[in-house]
């Protein structure tokens, strides 16, 4: 038996105004000819399929293209959990329909915890797979007059790691001589982060213990963009994002796990994911910058390559940033999404592209603004805020 573990898809994703469904695309592409390849007879998705929760149509389309794909091959099982980006009701329209076609989705908790065991056979091999979605502070714990912010943290990490040892004793009961792999969407301690999971929203549950999980024979993990080992199990794995976030996992080796079972024993091994777009972070003067960019024109990309660019000069004058800004807009060979200047003798000037102030994130401000009030923002005040932003997106959705 033959599975595929990914996450953390992110369809609709921006990068700097910019719009991702052609890597996106080559992606699932990508995934399905992988998929014909090796005949794979399931795919586990471990959470945060959509980067906002209520996607556009273009997004969800390609999402649904690729599902319709998926049907028509070998794959037999199809397994989507939910992830703190995605709205349970967006994941969960269409559940029943195609809980028909052997693809479940479990956009959040069910009322009932055995409802998340997905049990499948192919010849011997026998699987069952706990398919458990983001946890929300509501589905784990209930507000107490008077707690503490650390208090709460705790009981809601407890009570995490007790739901997910229920399932297991479920599984246990129900499933005892299966194969047993858990999907989860959260943060474990010694994990690796990336800049985009500053924009995390954690839900209040903070980092969880990898050693308290239950020993299930393999933990298929989502919320961390970089593909990673936990705790030095390779039975405890970050697939990570299949396209890079942010310029910080530029270098990264994006990939998805296969999972092989074999006579009741698992293995697991990395399917690199092929680069689709270069991303590239360029410092240095205006010579050096320039020098850079040239280099780019002789290489091969099969799309535009998308630049950050930081001059530094020990003096910058108006006209040279004049100038810099008519060179970029000559370039033919790359895009530069982003770029700034640093002085040791003037003020450090930042000049994003595009400048239209619709084109800027709104969490782009909100980082901004607190450096500029000098405020540190903990998980605490980003929670906070992204609640806010995540109400204010409802209430828009409802009275629209």
Same mark, same amino acid.
């Given at each position: 038996?033959?599975?595929? @573990?990914?996450?953390?898809?992110?369809?609709?994703?921006?990068?700097?105004?910019?719009?991702?469904?052609?890597?996106?695309?080559?992606?699932?592409?990508?995934?399905?000819?992988?998929?014909?390849?090796?005949?794979?007879?399931?795919?586990?998705?471990?959470?945060?399929?959509?980067?906002?929760?209520?996607?556009?149509?273009?997004?969800?389309?390609?999402?649904?293209?690729?599902?319709?794909?998926?049907?028509?091959?070998?794959?037999?099982?199809?397994?989507?959990?939910?992830?703190?980006?995605?709205?349970?009701?967006?994941?969960?329209?269409?559940?029943?329909?195609?809980?028909?076609?052997?693809?479940?989705?479990?956009?959040?908790?069910?009322?009932?915890?055995?409802?998340?065991?997905?049990?499948?056979?192919?010849?011997?091999?026998?699987?069952?797979?706990?398919?458990?979605?983001?946890?929300?502070?509501?589905?784990?714990?209930?507000?107490?007059?008077?707690?503490?912010?650390?208090?709460?943290?705790?009981?809601?990490?407890?009570?995490?790691?007790?739901?997910?040892?229920?399932?297991?004793?479920?599984?246990?009961?129900?499933?005892?001589?299966?194969?047993?792999?858990?999907?989860?969407?959260?943060?474990?301690?010694?994990?690796?982060?990336?800049?985009?999971?500053?924009?995390? @929203?954690?839900?209040?549950?903070?980092?969880?213990?990898?050693?308290?999980?239950?020993?299930?024979?393999?933990?298929?993990?989502? @919320?961390?963009?970089?593909?990673?080992?936990?705790?030095?199990?390779?039975?405890?794995?970050?697939?990570?994002?299949?396209?890079?976030?942010?310029?910080?996992?530029?270098?990264?080796?994006?990939?998805?796990?296969?999972?092989?079972?074999?006579?009741?024993?698992?293995?697991?091994?990395?399917?690199?994911?092929?680069?689709?777009?270069?991303?590239?972070?360029?410092?240095?003067?205006?010579?050096?910058?320039?020098?850079?960019?040239?280099?780019?024109?002789?290489?091969?990309?099969?799309?535009?390559?998308?630049?950050?660019?930081?001059?530094?000069?020990?003096?910058?004058?108006?006209?040279?940033?004049?100038?810099?800004?008519?060179?970029?807009?000559?370039?033919?060979?790359?895009?530069?999404?982003?770029?700034?200047?640093?002085?040791?003798?003037?003020?450090?000037?930042?000049?994003?592209?595009?400048?239209?102030?619709?084109?800027?994130?709104?969490?782009?401000?909100?980082?901004?603004?607190?450096?500029?009030?000098?405020?540190?923002?903990?998980?605490?005040?980003?929670?906070?805020?992204?609640?806010?932003?995540?109400?204010?997106?409802?209430?828009?959705?409802?009275?629209?």
């Amino acid at each position: 038996m033959r599975i595929i @573990h990914t996450s953390d898809w992110h369809i609709g994703q921006r990068l700097y105004s910019k719009e991702r469904q052609e890597e996106h695309q080559f992606f699932f592409d990508f995934l399905l000819s992988k998929i014909s390849e090796l005949e794979i007879d399931a795919l586990l998705v471990s959470g945060d399929i959509f980067d906002v929760a209520y996607p556009s149509n273009s997004s969800e389309e390609i999402y649904y293209n690729f599902l319709t794909k998926l049907i028509k091959t070998n794959c037999r099982t199809i397994i989507i959990t939910g992830g703190n980006h995605d709205s349970i009701s967006t994941l969960n329209a269409p559940q029943k329909i195609l809980q028909h076609l052997n693809i479940y989705i479990f956009g959040g908790l069910e009322s009932e915890l055995s409802r998340h065991l997905i049990h499948f056979r192919k010849d011997n091999e026998d699987c069952v797979v706990a398919a458990i979605p983001f946890l929300r502070e509501k589905d784990l714990i209930k507000s107490v007059p008077g707690q503490t912010y650390e208090a709460r943290q705790d009981s809601i990490r407890n009570e995490l790691i007790n739901l997910y040892q229920s399932v297991y004793q479920i599984s246990e009961e129900k499933y005892n001589k299966s194969i047993k792999i858990f999907m989860g969407h959260f943060h474990t301690d010694g994990s690796l982060l990336s800049e985009s999971e500053r924009e995390i @929203h954690f839900g209040n549950l903070g980092v969880v213990n990898a050693g308290k999980l239950p020993k299930a024979d393999y933990w298929a993990l989502g @919320h961390i963009h970089k593909p990673q080992i936990i705790a030095g199990n390779e039975f405890i794995r970050y697939s990570g994002s299949p396209i890079p976030l942010s310029f910080s996992e530029r270098a990264d080796k994006k990939s998805v796990v296969l999972i092989n079972i074999e006579d009741g024993k698992l293995n697991t091994q990395n399917i690199e994911i092929p680069a689709y777009r270069l991303l590239k972070r360029i410092k240095g003067s205006f010579k050096e910058v320039g020098n850079e960019l040239e280099k780019i024109k002789i290489e091969t990309h099969n799309s535009m390559p998308w630049l950050e660019i930081v001059i530094s000069e020990e003096e910058i004058d108006a006209q040279q940033i004049s100038d810099f800004k008519e060179y970029l807009e000559n370039l033919k060979n790359c895009e530069v999404l982003k770029y700034k200047f640093e002085s040791t003798n003037t003020k450090t000037l930042d000049q994003p592209i595009p400048e239209k102030l619709e084109d800027i994130s709104a969490d782009d401000l909100f980082n901004y603004f607190a450096s500029k009030k000098g405020i540190a923002l903990n998980n605490e005040i980003i929670s906070a805020y992204k609640e806010i932003v995540q109400q204010i997106l409802t209430e828009k959705k409802e009275n629209a």
